[in-house]
């Protein structure tokens, strides 16, 4: 082997998992989107072969040996080769502490439980959903203990979507939201409410449809490469590479709220995503480095674009478009506090952008207290339940509408929750940073999102995971990360909106 | 290696295979419904891949000496075994006849050719995709010299989709249709018109995809492991085994007959490929055995069952409710003589059970000419149109609605055409003997498919590919096939329509 043959080994690697990558994304995809209902055994069945065939090419000997041998190599490789020979290396060695055949069960079983969730969901039947999570969570559980038998299994898992997260650092952080959130929440709720009654009412899907293809092209999306899809709930999924990206979502008749921040929030996931330079495609490099960097960007856009004055402006004339009726009447500023209009409320995502993050730690709070062995997932709806009422003070009418309302632990992202909260905090500091060079809400106000996305995409999607999340954050920012600049952020909007 | 043993790889061989078939059908069936327009290199990239995997799979040294170890001790093995071990050295002593490197070239070629025509037949476009046309064809040409050498280049693809069909059986059973439907379709033409009126005008999507899907129920598909999408030319696809399987349709917003006889045709094929004994899942022998006897399925169901009388007296109710205004005062009559109103026509699969056959006698005319070096591609769309002229007396105005019309040579099947044919004359002598045991019509009239269903099931559809095609059609109609069945069944049927 010389490096040079060894350089074509590992393109040719890394081009076969995204091959693979792309048949497994897309069946998941496939399954969430227009598969008939009773195809659920038959994708884990296929799943669970190609799962294996992936595992037995990340982890065979030939591909040790070859990544062995460029590592040791590494002064004539390029920074890219470099990172993806460390990344694939760092998979591969957790990968080989988790038994084959535990893997595969593990692909079967979240093929099965993501399946037994949408039913569960549907019907509001959290208890033949309970077998499947049980599973799910200890599963992780083991995995944990396999990979790092050292580290705590929570601080494994956190690490896992953000690397160098750890229960400390998350507690440090909620503990900082939480200590500037919860009294400006309370005076929000003293000042006189606001309403969102101009999104609720009915609103036809198709129009609803117009709308989200209007969104996704304003916020720079190219609809060459990114699809559009109804799910019951929202996510985004690369197939192969980032020149093949889909978002998804749900059109609520009665709340056109729903639907609209869903496709920005989700369209934030795709830019992000189809931003990777090309050269980083077919490549462990390509698309986001983690899943507080993904999220900082899905809510970027969201929040921050999506829930700006400036975003209203150009938003009620297309809302008066395409709803000229229930539109009729209302303003600008009308529609900066509907979307704006602070409610704790049960769905985190259709949570307002204040009470989000107390959404986030009530899931943290209750992975936390899984991982620690204090709490048993069979006590996960009266635990959510009472969590909801200590942290906003609202009662859980049903499952569906509680436990059951998101997907992320179906499909096995325990430990994710936080990224969202850590999202929201990096995002403020993005644009604290952009504003030095970006009239961001002046661009907004024109409808051209163009000066936006370079700025992103020079500092943040190019990169894809050549650079570390910290590193990322540090680079574009030029700074260490400080959740009081989020906070500074809430309180300057918020304060505006309701007079405090 | 005991056979016992053997027999465990066989089955673990047999269940990758469709596994790599479920991802590759899947990302096919993605590029046709739903994927973004600038994925199509994405696909062609991932598919190459797997298609290689596949490829490595299927003619590796190991599966060769396990086949030919299994083949060895036949006596030991149940007959859906040793079906098997034949089916896929038969394949296998194929493909190896393929230089790998081609046969991935091939593999990527027609995902990029498909997305051509798609382009092309949007925009009339003949020049854009005259090139991957010209590479397909020349591909099957080299193929069929590859594998079988000594043979016939058309006859080994015609083979291919039926066991044992050649030239000269097609020409033998065209002369026999030309000699007997040719002055049939004179006849009608010479007698008074009728029309099909009540069919065109304004029909919504949402409402064509309501009874689409009563259609679908109607004829006994089960919803839970058949799905329905939309796309340019309607297919069907079993992902992975007949646990899952997908039909298409077009909404025609002015024809309401064109999605309607799509579903029933693509109906019919799903219905084959469900109809699989259960046991045959994840082997060879799962789905339909050639595109003959398919075809005699999806025409079955479409022309012989859904352009009956039967049929007629309940679907008007059906269309009533659906489309009051434009059903008023039409009759069960009408509506009889509107979907078998006879016209020579441009497009296949508008055409009326009459003159179908002479649209399959163009395309297999064409490609006959082109294997025996008297046709080169380029100067398809002038032949196409001179034999438009010829058989069936019509100008054809756009390479659109003519040479471009169909999707089956961008996707490699040629050599297929004659399959309709050959399946629309196995269905009349199916149903012939079929109606020595049930009474088809009275069925129909009732809406009750289940005994008609219960009949091709035991008949045909629960043995996969267990039997070769003809040892299953002198099965189920206990004789040999007899073109002048079918024939009887058109002068019957349109002698009784036009009053002959």
Request: aromatic letters at 12%.
């Amino acid at each position: 082997m010389t490096v040079e043959t060894a350089k074509a080994s590992l393109a040719a690697l890394q081009a076969k998992q995204a091959a693979y990558g792309h048949a497994l994304a897309l069946i998941n995809y496939d399954g969430s989107t227009t598969a008939p209902k009773g195809t659920a055994a038959n994708r884990a069945q296929t799943m669970s072969i190609l799962s294996a065939e992936n595992y037995r090419l990340a982890t065979g000997e030939e591909t040790v040996e070859l990544l062995e041998f460029l590592d040791a190599n590494r002064s004539e490789l390029s920074d890219k080769e470099v990172r993806s020979v460390e990344l694939l290396l760092k998979g591969i060695r957790q990968l080989k502490k988790i038994p084959m055949d535990q893997y595969i069960q593990l692909q079967k079983l979240l093929v099965e439980s993501d399946h037994a969730w949408h039913v569960a969901k549907e019907n509001n039947d959290w208890d033949s959903y309970r077998p499947y999570l049980e599973k799910v969570f200890d599963f992780h559980k083991r995995i944990a203990a396999w990979v790092e038998p050292e580290k705590d299994p929570y601080d494994y898992w956190l690490n896992e979507f953000e690397e160098g997260l750890t229960k400390e650092r998350c507690d440090e952080f909620f503990a900082t939201l939480r200590s500037r959130i919860v009294p400006l929440l309370d005076a929000v709720m003293a000042a006189p409410a606001h309403n969102r009654d101009m999104l609720t009412g009915h609103f036809p899907a198709d129009k609803q449809e117009e709308l989200a293809y209007w969104l996704m092209k304003t916020i720079g999306l190219d609809l060459e490469h990114v699809g559009l899809a109804t799910t019951e709930h929202p996510f985004t999924t690369s197939l192969g590479s980032h020149f093949d990206e889909r978002i998804t979502t749900r059109y609520d008749e009665s709340d056109l709220g729903f639907s609209l921040f869903a496709v920005i929030h989700e369209g934030g996931h795709a830019l992000y995503d189809t931003g990777s330079a090309d050269d980083l495609a077919y490549t462990a490099l390509d698309g986001g480095v983690s899943m507080g960097v993904h999220e900082s960007q899905s809510r970027f856009y969201e929040n921050i674009l999506g829930r700006s004055k400036a975003f209203c402006s150009i938003l009620l004339p297309k809302l008066q478009e395409l709803f000229p009726q229930q539109m009729e009447g209302y303003t600008v500023e009308d529609l900066y506090r509907a979307v704006n209009c602070v409610r704790p409320s049960l769905i985190r995502i259709q949570a307002d952008e204040l009470s989000y993050a107390l959404h986030i730690m009530i899931r943290y709070e209750m992975e936390k207290r899984y991982f620690a062995g204090e709490l048993a997932v069979a006590d996960f709806p009266a635990t959510w339940n009472a969590l909801y009422k200590e942290y906003l003070g609202i009662d859980v009418p049903s499952d569906s509408e509680g436990v059951l309302q998101d997907s992320h632990w179906s499909f096995g992202a325990i430990g994710y929750f936080p990224s969202y909260a850590l999202g929201s905090a990096y995002g403020a500091q993005f644009l604290r940073k952009m504003g030095e060079s970006v009239d961001v809400a002046g661009c907004i106000a024109k409808g051209d999102f163009g000066p936006i996305n370079s700025w992103n995409k020079e500092h943040i999607w190019s990169h894809g995971c050549l650079l570390k999340p910290t590193e990322l954050f540090e680079k574009a920012t030029e700074e260490k990360f400080d959740p009081n600049i989020f906070c500074d952020y809430l309180e300057a909007k918020f304060s505006e909106l309701y007079n405090l």
